[in-house]
């Protein structure tokens, strides 16, 4: 996306490269399960959980109301990354790719058009000031006192997303002459299961604190970002006990026992987000619950 592109080259000259090096190589465990960089699939199986596991998971990442949508990638994505050495940059971006492509998203090709942006430096919030000062259009819609809120939040990652409109067909919706309605030019009817139109992500970017980095491996770093920005989610939401994510291993504490890779439950989570249609949020909930079900049942996809 033209408005992200254009951050790389801004977000380059901020960034602080020598300390995204703190990302370290993938440990012998992380090795282990890391696919081979030209796999096509990612193929995880899990314990059971119970339906009340499933869905206060999926209740927890999924803030819209019932009769609403969850927006999702509706084009193929376009990562690129900032703040990483050469050798750890271009293996988060193949794991981010890996990642994309399991859940059922295409990614573009060598000259693609960024759409999903990942910036690793030692000054979050003044970093995003920053970038907000030099290119305030990145950050799509956003009001000012929401970024204030994000600048300021000590956490160790801060995400955003640019919003689009698709119809029912798949197309993406232009604005009208005054560049506020979306336009829907679909000619298919719309029923109460299949809503005429859906919110799409057209571009996400995670800034994330490089102090948060040490004891992670490359392929935790690009797990985390992917499950951040291929869909909404914030680990601030998930209750205290839950099943184990990828979305805790920024804020575990250096004894804690983390995630080396997506757990079944991430994976299934962006599965099943991806394989709904144009529904309701009530209906898209419903499709990522079956599929966390069968992922954590034992059962590979």
């Known amino acids: 996306m033209p408005k992200l592109s254009r951050l790389v080259s801004i977000a380059a000259l901020l960034a602080a490269l020598p300390a995204a090096a703190q990302a370290q190589q993938p440990a012998p465990a992380a090795q282990a399960v890391q696919p081979a960089p030209d796999s096509p699939e990612i193929v995880v199986t899990g314990e059971r959980l119970t339906p009340d596991q499933v869905k206060s998971f999926v209740d927890a990442l999924t803030k819209a109301p019932i009769d609403g949508q969850l927006s999702r990638f509706e084009r193929s994505v376009c990562p690129a990354a900032v703040g990483l050495p050469s050798p750890f940059k271009e293996a988060v971006l193949s794991r981010i790719r890996q990642v994309a492509v399991a859940v059922g998203l295409p990614v573009g090709g060598p000259k693609c058009a960024v759409n999903l942006l990942l910036i690793v430096t030692r000054d979050k919030p003044g970093l995003l000031r ?25 956490a160790p990652a801060a995400v955003w997303y640019l919003k689009g409109s698709v119809n029912a067909d798949g197309q993406e919706m232009p604005t009208d002459e005054l560049g506020q309605a979306s336009v829907n030019k679909t000619t298919r009817a719309a029923s109460r299961l299949n809503l005429p139109a859906r919110p799409a992500v057209t571009g996400a970017a995670i800034v994330i604190d490089a102090k948060a ?8 770093l690009a797990d985390y970002a992917a499950m951040r920005t291929l869909a909404r989610t914030d680990p601030a939401n998930l209750p205290p006990s839950g099943p184990p994510t990828i979305l805790k291993v920024l804020d575990a504490s250096p004894e804690s026992e983390v995630p080396v890779t997506l757990t079944p439950t991430d994976l299934a989570f962006l599965r099943g987000l991806y394989r709904t249609g144009t529904v309701s949020a009530n209906a898209q909930r419903s499709q990522i619950r079956r599929e966390i079900e069968k992922t954590t049942a034992g059962e590979k996809r």
């Open 130 to 154: 920053q970038l907000a000062h030099d290119e305030p259009r990145a950050f799509g819609d956003m009001r000012g006192g929401d970024f204030r809120k994000m600048a300021a939040d000590p």
């Open 213 to 220: 980095l040490p004891g992670l491996s490359t392929t935790q």
